[in-house]
């Protein structure tokens, strides 16, 4: 079985820019979950993506979107980058929407300058 | 929405000793309660969880304890070990989907 990865590692990017990132879903997952992790603080999270549509938002703005493709692989696209968007990206993945464990990739960090 | 809060923020114990971090939910539909282990610089670890028709569950030296009517939970590690050290997080989810809200961890370092 396949654990959650992502691409790339880390990533410096200028403000205004654009970014996205990647997430293959572990073996057997239909669901993918995205979070925004500042340093020192909890995961927050930025949307859901269930059978390729998305299933739920938290307070991101427009700017910060994403894809779910068949294979159930995903991506987060920041538009317009902030310098407040630096941070850990986390995707996790689960066997079904709902109440059911999530797993977590190594996560992306990112840092705007 | 679901706001969670977690106590202490940090904690420090003796090894051997036992360690305790509480959270409350203020939604009620929250239904899955899962805790998470992350350690520097690596991806955040599921290490139990609960469901609300349960009251307590445990898998060896860790417990988790739920309290529905009071709308709080708690995380029980004993005989806590160095490798314990890490930060832990609690987690509220409503039925329906995945929108996992974070608690605002609680960093434990166990004193060898």
């Known amino acids: 079985e396949t654990g959650v990865t992502q691409s790339p590692t880390h990533l410096i990017k200028t403000r205004g820019q654009q970014v996205t990132l990647r997430c293959s879903s572990q073996?057997?997952?239909?669901?993918v979950s995205w979070y925004q992790q500042a340093l020192g603080q909890g995961p927050q999270f930025i949307f859901q993506y269930y059978r390729e549509e998305e299933n739920g938002r938290g307070n991101f703005p427009p700017r910060f979107s994403g894809l779910q493709f068949p294979n159930y692989s995903s991506e987060l696209n920041v538009n317009a980058l902030e310098l407040d968007d630096s941070a850990l990206y986390l995707c996790?993945?689960?066997?079904?929407?709902?109440?059911?464990?999530?797993?977590f990739g190594p996560g992306t960090r990112l840092t705007v300058t | 929405g679901e706001n969670v809060e977690q106590h202490p923020s940090t904690l420090s114990v003796q090894e051997g000793d036992s360690a305790v971090i509480k959270c409350t939910y203020s939604?009620?539909?929250?239904?899955?309660f899962p805790w998470y282990k992350q350690e520097l610089g690596k991806r955040p670890q599921l290490i139990i969880d609960i469901r609300s028709n349960v009251g307590e569950k445990k898998d060896q030296r860790i417990a988790v304890t739920l309290n529905k009517t009071a709308k709080h939970f708690s995380l029980h590690i004993t005989e806590t070990q160095p490798e314990d050290s890490a930060v832990y997080f609690c987690a509220g989810v409503p039925g329906g989907y995945q929108k996992v809200t974070f608690g605002t961890g609680t960093k434990l370092q166990v004193i060898p």
């Open positions: 939604d009620s539909a929250s239904n899955y």
């Open positions: 996790a993945s689960s066997r079904e929407s709902g109440a059911y464990e999530q797993y």
């Open positions: 073996s057997g997952h239909n669901t």
